[in-house]
């Protein structure tokens, strides 16, 4: 995409039989098949339109993702900067259209969390679990983006976050399943987090790190206020180290478009187990989109659950899009 400083959005397409349809979808003046060479395509008309210094938007700047090499190349020539996390940053904080799109997607990711506790009966696999997630929202017209989950019995558990990679592991009673899904709206995507128990109440153990969780949660809730920081968030969720749980997976990211700040990963274990006061990193702002979700896990590794949701930052504190209950989902 070529946005110039005048005139409006020119669009290349990869794809020549997605030109129709890119048409028809998107809000751009001009929308053109790339060639097979699509980065000597877009260099030539940066070329035509006399262009000198260009900015670069790449794909995240949390993991400096850009532009493929070989298109890269063929810009050769041009003043080159890269403003992918100042592009970011202008989609960091939602619009309220933007909020009622993320609403809906998080409204279609709760239906996917519901059918897999419906699904969820002793002899069913991951596979069939993940299809009648996915089939909770496609038939309302919304888009995959993530379904990970795992299965293991509670007494025996295996690990301590959802899998990328569902099996055909069949459940049995007594089986806890950890998720994280994620339905899409257009561009706009929901996230929620609960553990799902099969035919049986979770034991106490588990129970705990459940309690924990939501501790954290709404510690973590509270705080994100605008103004707040990343640093306020460690020290809210301390509760999960007081436990003697750390965690693994981030404590909170920005999300509902794309993924990025603010961002608190595992690193913040070291801060909970030492006493001292967190940095305070980045700030929060009004209308930002983040994710809030504690992952308290055992030392070993062997045992946690994750228990979070898709958020608004609200001058009262962060308001969850979902209208899930924050409570063990039990499936009969």
């Not at 969820?120 to 379904?147: D, F, Q, S, W």
């Not at 799902?196 to 309690?211: H, K």
Request: aromatic share 6%; charged share 25%; hydrophobic share 40%.
């Amino acid at each position: 995409m070529i946005v110039p400083p005048e005139g409006g959005v020119e669009l290349f397409v990869g794809l020549v039989n997605h030109v129709p349809n890119a048409r028809e979808e998107a809000d751009a003046d001009r929308v053109e098949w790339g060639g097979y060479q699509p980065g000597e395509t877009v260099a030539a008309r940066l070329r035509e339109l006399g262009a000198g210094r260009i900015g670069l938007v790449g794909v995240a700047a949390t993991w400096n993702v850009g532009m493929p090499y070989a298109h890269y190349l063929a810009l050769a020539g041009f003043e080159l900067d890269d403003v992918t996390r100042e592009f970011a940053a202008l989609r960091a904080t939602k619009s309220a259209e933007e909020i009622e799109r993320l609403r809906g997607a998080a409204e279609l990711t709760d239906l996917a969390i519901l059918a897999a506790r419906d699904a969820a009966r002793p002899g069913v696999t991951e596979l069939e679990l993940v299809a009648e997630a996915e089939h909770a929202y496609r038939r309302r017209g919304g888009a995959v983006r993530i379904t990970f989950l795992r299965s293991m019995p509670m007494a025996a558990p295996t690990g301590c976050l959802p899998a990328q990679n569902p099996t055909a592991r069949r459940l049995e009673r007594g089986d806890v399943i950890l998720t994280e899904f994620s339905a899409s709206l257009g561009a706009y995507s929901g996230q929620v987090h609960r553990p799902i128990f099969v035919g049986a109440e979770p034991t106490g153990e588990w129970q705990r790190l459940f309690d924990v969780a939501r501790d954290a949660y709404e510690r973590i809730a509270a705080s994100l206020r605008p103004g707040a920081t990343e640093g306020d968030a460690i020290r809210a969720a301390a509760v999960i180290g007081d436990a003697g749980y750390a965690i693994y997976d981030d404590l909170i990211h920005g999300y509902g478009t794309d993924y990025g700040p603010p961002l608190v990963d595992r690193s913040c274990v070291e801060y909970w187990r030492r006493g001292g006061d967190p940095p305070a990193g980045r700030t929060i702002e009004r209308g930002a989109a983040v994710v809030i979700q504690p992952n308290p896990i055992t030392p070993d590794e062997r045992m946690g659950l994750q228990l979070g949701a898709l958020t608004i930052v609200r001058d009262d504190g962060a308001e969850c899009l979902h209208t899930l209950p924050f409570e063990p989902l039990v499936a009969a």
